[in-house]
């Protein structure tokens, strides 16, 4: 019997060799599946049991699709597979169950097994929270690059731009119609500067949170307003929200900002297609999740997770791993910074966030803490 998940592992006809080959399977440490037509589930490893949280035997009488969310890429996936006769890799693939309501970031191979007559195996490695700090970890390392360089911005452009536009200003009074709109192009172009290093800026406030109660949905709600009246005002918005979610400990805000970013990135992700375009934006309680940060007497639980979900084209895997850096960005007229100043003001929370690029769109997903009352409630500062 397994102490963490209480399946009892049982033996199970292979169809591939039978004995040996079993015992290696079974010693993976990923989860591994065969799969029949129509993605009959026709043989388990003990990994898979405990992933999936079934036994082989209950399985066994299911199909793929009867235990994974509706639309998973993964089902995509082994379509692919099936219809090609090829291998693929596929990194950071969404996997939702339907049994648990769980959701996991997992890798996933798959190709077909010639020996069993054309079945399909698939074998899932599982994203680990680790890794996902690890990234949290390197976009705070390139914002503090960041806040360095707008410091230096600051004093080496923006004080000479102040110059460039009262010199411009003061020449209005003395030329003509037509060369005065030359000196207006001057003082646009320096206030467009003067913004974006303002916006830079931002990543070099390093002053602890002043953190309070704060009401997730509420904060959602002025989102959602903001964004109907004005960018997303023809894309449909829906909200899934849980009702006895408990507070977040932060700044209502910068909690705003953040989303809003969030909810602005995924209208302009639809696009034009705002006929069709639809935004979800979704909350839940996820309890298991535990974060060390610096400041923090004990570990710190991020049980609370809000997502923000487009239909658009998704994210190129390309950009996925550079995705919350500064100055990345696929927009012709974007600075890079929006997502940038996302993943700094949930990792100011002690959050972390993710991206995931499904079948449907992409989805934005951030882990945040609890409000606790208490001397610790606070959480500590994240580095």
Request: charged content about 30%; overall charge neutral; glycine content about 8%.
């Given at each position: 019997m397994?102490?963490?998940?209480?399946?009892?592992?049982?033996?199970q006809p292979l169809p591939l060799d039978g004995g040996m080959t079993g015992i290696l399977l079974d010693g993976l440490p990923h989860p591994l599946l065969l799969l029949g037509e129509?993605?009959?589930?026709?043989?388990?490893?003990?990994?898979?049991?405990h992933f999936f949280?079934?036994?082989?035997?209950?399985?066994?009488?299911?199909?793929?699709?009867?235990?994974?969310?509706?639309?998973?890429?993964?089902?995509?996936?082994?379509?692919?597979?099936?219809?090609n006769g090829s291998n693929v890799n596929e990194y950071g693939v969404d996997l939702g169950s339907i049994k648990s309501g769980q959701h996991w970031l997992v890798d996933v191979y798959g190709a077909v097994v010639p020996e069993t007559g054309g079945k399909i195996m698939v074998m899932l490695q599982q994203r680990t929270m680790a890794q996902m700090i690890?990234?949290?970890?390197?976009?705070?390392?390139?914002?503090?690059?960041?806040?360095?360089?707008?410091?230096?911005?600051?004093?080496?452009?923006?004080?000479?731009?102040?110059?460039?536009?009262?010199?411009?200003q003061l020449l209005e009074d003395t030329i003509s119609d037509e060369d005065r709109s030359l000196t207006q192009l001057i003082?646009?172009?320096?206030?467009?500067?003067?913004?974006?290093?303002?916006?830079?800026?931002?990543?070099?406030?390093?002053?602890?949170?002043?953190?309070?109660?704060?009401?997730?949905?509420?904060?959602?709600?002025?989102?959602?307003k903001i964004a109907e009246a004005g960018f997303a005002s023809h894309i449909k918005i829906v909200e899934q929200y849980d009702p006895s979610l408990p507070e977040v400990a932060g700044s209502r805000d910068k909690l705003i900002q953040a989303f809003l970013n969030l909810v602005k990135n995924a209208a302009e992700a639809i696009g034009d297609d705002r006929a069709n375009g639809q935004i979800l934006i979704t909350t839940a309680f996820r309890p298991g999740v535990r974060l060390s940060v610096p400041g923090a007497a004990a570990r710190l639980s991020l049980p609370l997770q809000i997502s923000i979900c487009d239909n658009g084209p998704g994210v190129p895997g390309d950009l996925k791993p550079h995705l919350f850096e500064p100055f990345v960005t696929t927009k012709s007229s974007g600075s890079g910074l929006g997502l940038a100043l996302v993943a700094k003001f949930i990792g100011d929370h002690g959050g972390i966030i993710e991206c995931v690029t499904t079948s449907r769109g992409a989805i934005f997903r951030a882990l945040l803490p609890m409000y606790e009352e208490g001397p610790d409630s606070s959480g500590g500062k994240a580095s």
């Open positions: 397994s102490e963490t998940t209480g399946i009892k592992s049982e033996a129509g993605n009959r589930i026709e043989y388990v490893n003990v990994r898979a049991e949280q079934s036994s082989a035997a209950h399985l066994r009488r299911q199909t793929l699709d009867d235990i994974i969310a509706f639309g998973s890429p993964l089902l995509a996936l082994i379509d692919h597979v099936r219809r690890e990234r949290q970890l390197t976009h705070r390392g390139a914002a503090r690059s960041v806040s360095g360089l707008a410091g230096v911005l600051a004093h080496e452009i923006k004080n000479p731009l102040s110059g460039i536009k009262g010199a411009a003082c646009d172009e320096s206030d467009r500067i003067c913004k974006l290093v303002d916006r830079m800026e931002v990543f070099g406030d390093e002053r602890p949170l002043t953190r309070e109660a704060v009401n997730i949905h509420d904060v959602l709600d002025h989102v959602k």
